[in-house]
């Protein structure tokens, strides 16, 4: 008790009165400082705010105005069905299905390339990027920031680039998903080697292995299982991406939608999309079993 | 000492072969898994051509690009590009804030413990992962279609593609949460609405805000693209200076991007550490 007794001149009152107005006062500051961080940042959101509306010449009447055109262009993708002539109606829907069906295809295939491209380079450089595995701090810098770099830029812009220099067409999807996956992937599998029990990498060495013979001996077997779950993950993400990809020529069932929408083809637009959710929807459903097959339900989703 | 080891394996071998390789039918397995995974591989790398030679003539083109985008130098543009670049924070911002204000009302709907009727959230789960699918480019390009080019268009379709996440994310926070703290206010008499204000809200809004701003952080980064379909923002400059070969202003753009999404991660974090 008598580490407590005060001795800042705050605390010396006596009497219950005293202690009342001391706590009072506190009490009364803590509230005043509190109010004030409140205010300054609900000023600094206001300012934000404020300043967003001016930039991006958002307004409610704009809004009143465009939802409803939003919503008439929605409406207008919608096709005709009818009750007594469904299937006629659906063949005139899907007139394309053989053609869609093959760019779906080619879609997965390039999500499934560029992922597994990806996951080599990221589990090269997941090595050196693990602060428990590599003594050198500059290898380890350099991996750290090569990683941050290709994760940084927007996998669209490679695109843009590498369509450039590879040529129109799948090929240079696929390595925009590659780069950009091995940024990614390589950060969660770096995290995922700096949490491994570091008895078995001790045990390697002592027998006398060598820096690869660790990783492959005491790194991988731990994390295979989180290696595996995370690759999954960024399947079903990758997916999704190689759809869009197809809008600045990377090929895909984007290269399509893209046409259908620039010229106005409306019931193509929802065909398409309609494919492309029933797609991605039973992609994310078994990869979802997958992974909690290989490691329980414990990992929480991480984008 | 090596002779007794070498008989010690080999008896081991005899006693429990089960040690020393798997069953016949799980390596079979495993094998046909891999040369599946192998077949689909290989079967992808021809149909997008992935010749040696076309990988040479790529990367050497890729070699020269680089060159030409060295020194970054914005030009003249260079107030332009700022400007934009704030464009592309405020579509983040403005996208970002709507969505979260329409997906409140919707997770508390989606919730298990607030709205009991099985049928009715799972049918609002289900909608919202099915539009999950849709990546924010294509909204985007739909929304350009509809409301005209501009940053308009790319907040709206920011809004729309976080408004399907945030409302399963919301779901999520709002079924996880403690029910003591609903029990007491109920049990001192507050209805329905009560319950929901002061009892579950002022759980489940660190983690809201949690979210937010991660989304904050990752809708900068989609928003720098989605001027490519003219929807506004930096992107729509990086693009034109990719389509007239002005490499280094390219090259400029794409280190701006880099600084602008460094600085706000660093923001958001420092800001969610605080939250949490």
């Not at chain 2, 689909?40 to 051509?49: N, Y």
């Not at chain 2, 403005?94 to 969505?99: F, K, Y």
């Not at chain 2, 809004?205 to 490519?228: C, D, K, Q, W």
């Not at chain 2, 002005?246 to 969610?272: G, H, K, P, Y």
């Amino acid at each position: 008790m008598s580490t407590l007794s005060p001795t800042n001149g705050r605390l010396t009152s006596t009497t219950r009165e005293e202690r009342m107005l001391s706590f009072d006062e506190r009490y009364r500051q803590q509230q005043f400082t509190r109010r004030n961080w409140t205010l300054l940042y609900g000023a600094l959101f206001l300012a934000a705010l404020i300043g967003s509306v001016a930039v991006s010449d958002f307004s409610i009447p704009g809004l009143i105005k465009g939802l409803p055109m939003a919503w008439n262009y929605i409406a207008g993708t919608m096709p005709r069905l009818t009750f007594e002539n469904f299937w006629a109606d659906m063949t005139d829907w899907y007139w394309g299905l053989r053609f869609w069906l093959r760019l779906l295809v080619e879609t997965i295939l390039m999500g499934f390339v560029g992922t597994v491209l990806g996951g080599v380079i990221a589990l090269a450089l997941s090595f050196p990027a693990s602060r428990n595995l590599v003594e050198n701090t500059g290898i380890y810098f350099a991996a750290r920031r090569t990683l941050e770099f290709f994760r940084t830029v927007p996998e669209l812009v490679f695109a843009l680039i590498f369509v450039f220099a590879f040529g129109l067409g799948p090929f240079a999807g696929v390595l925009a998903i590659a780069v950009h996956t091995a940024g990614a992937l390589g950060k969660l599998f770096a995290e995922v080697n700096e949490n491994v029990d570091p008895r078995p990498i001790e045990g390697v060495r002592a027998s006398g292995g060598n820096w690869p013979m660790i990783m492959r001996l005491g790194v991988v077997p731990q994390a295979l299982p989180n290696y595996a779950s995370y690759l999954l993950l960024r399947f079903e993400i990758n997916v999704r991406g190689a759809s869009a990809l197809g809008l600045v020529g990377a090929g895909g069932i984007g290269q399509d939608l893209y046409v259908a929408i620039r010229q106005f083809e409306y019931t193509d637009i929802s065909a398409i999309m309609l494919l492309l959710i029933l797609t991605t929807s039973v992609i994310d459903i078994s990869c979802e079993a997958i992974r909690h097959r290989l490691i329980g339900h414990t990992l929480t989703q991480v984008a | 000492m090596n002779a007794t080891l070498t008989a010690d394996i080999a008896r081991l071998r005899r006693t429990n072969p089960q040690i020393f390789s798997a069953p016949l039918h799980e390596r079979l397995r495993t094998w046909g898994l891999w040369l599946g995974f192998l077949a689909v591989l290989a079967f992808g790398l021809w149909w997008i051509d992935a010749s040696p030679m076309r990988i040479a003539n790529g990367l050497n083109k890729l070699g020269l690009l680089v060159t030409l985008m060295i020194p970054p130098w914005p030009g003249d543009g260079l107030w332009d590009y700022i400007y934009a670049m704030f464009e592309t924070l405020a579509m983040a911002f403005l996208g970002t804030l709507i969505a979260f204000v329409v997906a409140l009302p919707l997770g508390f709907l989606g919730a298990k413990n607030i709205v009991p009727n099985w049928l009715f959230h799972f049918g609002l789960r289900r909608f919202f992962d099915a539009f999950r699918g849709i990546d924010g480019l294509v909204w985007a390009l739909i929304f350009v279609s509809a409301v005209g080019l501009g940053p308009f268009a790319g907040v709206l379709a920011i809004a729309v593609g976080d408004v399907m996440v945030f409302g399963k994310l919301f779901a999520e926070a709002i079924e996880n949460v403690d029910n003591k703290p609903v029990d007491g206010v109920r049990a001192s008499g507050g209805d329905n609405i009560h319950v929901v204000r002061l009892g579950v809200f002022p759980q489940v809004f660190p983690v809201m805000m949690s979210h937010v701003l991660y989304f904050f952080e990752s809708n900068v980064r989609s928003a720098t693209i989605l001027g490519i379909v003219g929807a506004g923002g930096i992107g729509l400059q990086l693009s034109d200076r990719i389509r007239i070969n002005n490499w280094q202003e390219a090259a400029f753009i794409i280190l701006m991007i880099l600084v602008t999404v460094a600085i706000i991660d660093a923001i958001s974090r420092r800001i969610r550490a605080r939250l949490i």
